[in-house]
């Protein structure tokens, strides 16, 4: 299922999650870039403080051209909202991503494996470890929250 335009594209998400490093609070800093045949309709990285999420502003700026879409994601989705509010994984099967790319996985509770699986149960294709150990460095200092 992988494309040939995977790295560059997944290169991009980390470049724009690199910006973040520091910024994030308790928060892992998280590119996210959205691509509808081929061509580039949403990017963004976690804010300041740790909200919004990547997928969220990605999402935002790719309105409709998001079904169908890829997204390329630094760090697997959360499965679960810390503070309620929906999980980016049912943003962005919400919002009709046909495809999502991860480099990494998160071992974060809210996470864990529950993004990638929540994208999966609706149809959603989804493959890990594109540029993994590029974006591993952006959270090795990382350590989730314990239970």
């Known amino acids: 299922m992988s494309t040939a335009d995977d790295p560059a594209h997944m290169r991009?998400?980390?470049?724009l999650a690199r910006d973040g490093l520091g910024r994030t609070g308790a928060n892992p800093t998280v590119g996210c870039v959205i691509v509808s045949a081929g061509r580039v309709v949403g990017e963004g990285a976690t804010a300041a403080?740790?909200?919004p999420h990547a997928e969220e502003q990605a999402l935002a700026q790719a309105g409709p051209a998001a079904r169908g879409a890829v997204a390329y994601v630094t760090l697997e989705p959360c499965g679960v909202r810390s503070g309620g509010?929906?999980?980016?994984s049912e943003l962005l099967a919400a919002a009709g991503v046909a495809r999502v790319v991860i480099a990494c996985e998160d071992a974060s509770r809210f996470a864990a494996g529950q993004g990638g699986e929540r994208?999966?149960?609706?149809g959603v294709a989804v493959e890990s470890g594109v540029l993994a150990d590029e974006a591993?460095?952006?959270y090795a200092?990382?350590?989730?929250?314990?239970?």
């Open 136 to 138: 591993g460095a952006l």
């Open 12 to 15: 991009r998400a980390i470049d």
């Open 119 to 122: 994208l999966r149960a609706v």
């Open 85 to 88: 509010g929906r999980s980016c």
């Open 141 to 147: 200092a990382y350590r989730p929250a314990a239970d």
């Open 49 to 51: 403080g740790g909200r």
